[in-house]
């Protein structure tokens, strides 16, 4: 009976410190919940970002080839612009657009879905 005494301290001394330890696990996870959102958060809007970055960047390169001279292998009208560059691997599934009016070129790349960067778009006139 002596030994029963002497261990049931102890371990209600146990039984304190785990439901310290769940409490504490308990505000440590609900504090993480709110940051992992945020941060799954702010990675689609840097991806997003990065993507309307990378399309803007083909479609200026693009309409400074054209407005050099190539719109003249181009019909009037609206037609898919072929790109070959490699950093359109980093795209989204999207179409690049070329609709040229005589000498008035406008260049756009737009992206099957919402929420991966946008429209982008270049309007020049040819020289």
Not at 25 to 49: D, F, K, N, T
Not at 103 to 117: F, I, S, V
Request: glycine share 10%; aromatic share 6%.
């Amino acid at each position: 009976m002596n030994l029963n005494l002497k261990l049931f301290p102890r371990s209600r001394q146990r039984g304190a410190l785990q439901a310290d330890l769940l409490v504490a696990m308990a505000l440590i996870g609900a504090a993480m919940i709110p940051l992992g959102a945020s941060v799954l958060s702010e990675q689609r809007m840097l991806r997003s970002h990065y993507q309307r970055a990378v399309a803007m960047e083909l479609v200026d390169g693009e309409m400074e080839i054209l407005v050099a001279g190539e719109w003249r292998a181009w019909p009037e009208g609206t037609q898919a612009y072929p790109v070959k560059a490699g950093a359109a691997k980093n795209l989204p599934p999207g179409k690049f657009m070329l609709t040229r009016t005589g000498r008035t070129l406008r260049l756009e790349w737009a992206p099957e879905q919402g929420g991966n960067g946008g429209k982008c778009e270049r309007e020049a006139v040819a020289r």
